[in-house]
């Protein structure tokens, strides 16, 4: 038996890369100690990899302390412009709903964004960093978990309440210790990314995506710019490119002049390899929750990686907080594993959708995909049928479990590439400027500290804050719209009526619209919100105490 390290009340955190980061800060924000657990010696920087930070993300990374110094470093996209051959089918622009004080995406290394999150995890006494700690076993029973690592010093238990397992694609090792599987499938094409530094006018905040250029007949470009004058350009290549022998032959070099002409540049990191389409068959395994790359892979056309790992971290974090609090019993953290496997499950298919596109498995894919990017060179109608990847965006919970559905607010279906979702039931609340004291200057710094009731203009606001917290122990906020809305946006984008309350949960997810005068109605969408029996509905061990 190795050196054993004893944390009560703790979570441990495997894997020090944003997820994790993440996961940890959070925790912390909710009074949660963690123990963030690492095999490297230290951090290793590397190219852009995950570089595009969603609207959302940033929200969240700034309830910690860091989303507006990622977005001030990151470059802003405008706009995403697709191109068949030399032709430019159609341009997207960014919409904007409510009030963000963000940009829609910045696109930022995957190294700075974990430097910044540094800076502000090294401030934070609630969180241990261990590098060198390499995680090979986890064993838990009904008291916690035990995580044996190995370490230059020789092997180290870390034993703690529960564990949120970050660890990247390469996890096989603990997945197979946990009893995880990991299906899906891999593509036969591989993609060359190659980050350059040069100075290309005209190209700083747009996405270019071209289907069979020239200079790649048959398969597609992506570019992306990036921070000081850096550009990340992919390839689809054949699955026996060498990126070794492309650079001394120089073929990796007429790859670039035959994009950007004779610009000098320098090239900043490059990478080949294949993409992968998995997800884990279950994110919760009793006390361990899978997060990021360990539990889903998706091909990072649209950014939805990192952005969806985050998300994972988020969603853990308030629900290990309140199951921790005592605020939820354990069973909120099933809802977890519902919600997030859920989230990747869409991902995954969008991302193949598009991966199916750009590399076709058949004969019909290839004549359907033709017939489609040359119709669109005159056919506005058959431009919306042309794949070059969704954008990342947040996930809908209207089906799960913590949500009530309102009748007066349905969630639609997705709406349009660029567009965002009709509030209901479900969907993040879209932002907006507001007015409380002690409180940031936008909606979402409300969210972030419980539970938060939104109330209309006919509703007795004592009244409801004493259901609501008759019903639940978790904090609550209540205000009325009237009063914090500073120009009538939220309203207006809420479509709210004066006799509703909109409850949102601790991730900005709205929960429910109820009647306001409807005090059972009130306290059984809060409770619903936070995995709380139903009010009036007995639970097992409730009828045999």
Not at 274 to 293: E, I, N, P, Q, T
Not at 411 to 418: C, D, F
């Amino acid at each position: 038996m190795g050196k054993r390290t004893l944390h009560t009340g703790t979570v441990a955190v495997i894997g020090n890369g944003p997820v994790g980061q993440t996961a940890s800060l959070l925790l912390a924000r909710w009074g949660i100690r963690t123990i963030v657990l690492d095999g490297r010696p230290h951090r290793d920087p590397i190219g852009s990899k995950a570089l595009c930070q969603q609207r959302d993300i940033l929200d969240i990374w700034e309830s910690v302390g860091v989303g507006h110094r990622v977005a001030d470093e990151g470059v802003s996209l405008s706009a995403s412009r697709t191109f068949h051959r030399a032709t430019e089918l159609f341009s997207l622009n960014y919409t904007e709903q409510g009030y963000s004080p963000f940009p829609p995406f910045v696109n930022i290394s995957q190294t700075r964004t974990e430097e910044l999150l540094d800076t502000v995890i090294e401030d934070q006494p609630l969180i241990e960093v261990r590098w060198g700690h390499e995680a090979v076993d986890i064993e838990q029973d009904a008291d916690g978990v035990r995580i044996e690592c190995m370490t230059t010093e020789g092997p180290v238990t870390i034993e703690a309440d529960y564990c949120v397992m970050a660890t990247g694609s390469r996890s096989s090792q603990l997945r197979r210790r946990l009893g995880v599987g990991f299906p899906g499938r891999s593509f036969d094409d591989k993609f060359l990314i190659c980050d350059i530094r040069a100075d290309l006018p005209g190209w700083e905040q747009e996405r270019r995506f071209y289907f069979d250029p020239e200079w790649n007949p048959g398969r597609q470009i992506l570019i992306h710019p990036c921070p000081d004058s850096t550009f990340r350009i992919d390839w689809q290549v054949p699955g026996d490119f060498d990126l070794d022998e492309a650079t001394a032959n120089g073929d990796l070099d007429r790859r670039i002049r035959q994009i950007i002409g004779d610009a000098d540049y320098t090239v900043v990191w490059n990478s080949a390899y294949r993409f992968h389409a998995r997800l884990v068959d279950r994110m919760r395994v009793g006390r361990v929750l899978l997060a990021g790359d360990c539990a889903h892979i998706v091909a990072p056309f649209g950014g939805r990686g990192l952005n969806s790992g985050v998300s994972d971290a988020e969603n853990a974090a308030w629900k290990l907080a309140f199951v921790l609090r005592g605020w939820s019993e354990e069973n909120l953290l099933e809802t977890y594993d519902l919600e997030r496997r859920a989230a990747a499950q869409e991902n995954l298919d969008v991302t193949s959708d598009t991966m199916d596109s750009l590399v076709p498995q058949d004969a019909g894919q290839r004549d359907h995909r033709t017939t489609v990017l040359e119709a669109a060179h005159t056919d506005p109608q058959a431009r919306t049928r042309v794949d070059s990847g969704r954008l990342s965006e947040p996930f809908w919970y209207s089906d799960s479990p913590l949500t009530t559905p309102a009748a007066d607010h349905p969630a639609q279906g997705r709406p349009a590439k660029g567009a965002l979702p009709r509030p209901a039931p479900g969907v993040v609340i879209p932002d907006a400027p507001i007015r409380v004291p002690g409180a940031g200057p936008n909606l979402r710094s409300l969210c972030r500290d419980g539970i938060l009731a939104l109330a209309g203009s006919g509703v007795d606001l004592e009244g409801l804050r004493a259901s609501l917290l008759d019903a639940v122990r978790a904090p609550v906020r209540v205000h009325r719209l009237a009063d914090i809305d500073v120009d009538g946006r939220l309203t207006e984008n809420l479509d709210a009526r004066a006799h509703e309350v909109w409850i949102v949960r601790p991730d900005g997810h709205i929960a429910a619209v109820v009647d306001g005068a409807d005090s059972m109605a009130l306290g059984c969408a809060v409770r619903t919100a936070i995995g709380a029996p139903r009010i009036g509905v007995r639970t097992a061990a409730a009828s045999s105490a």
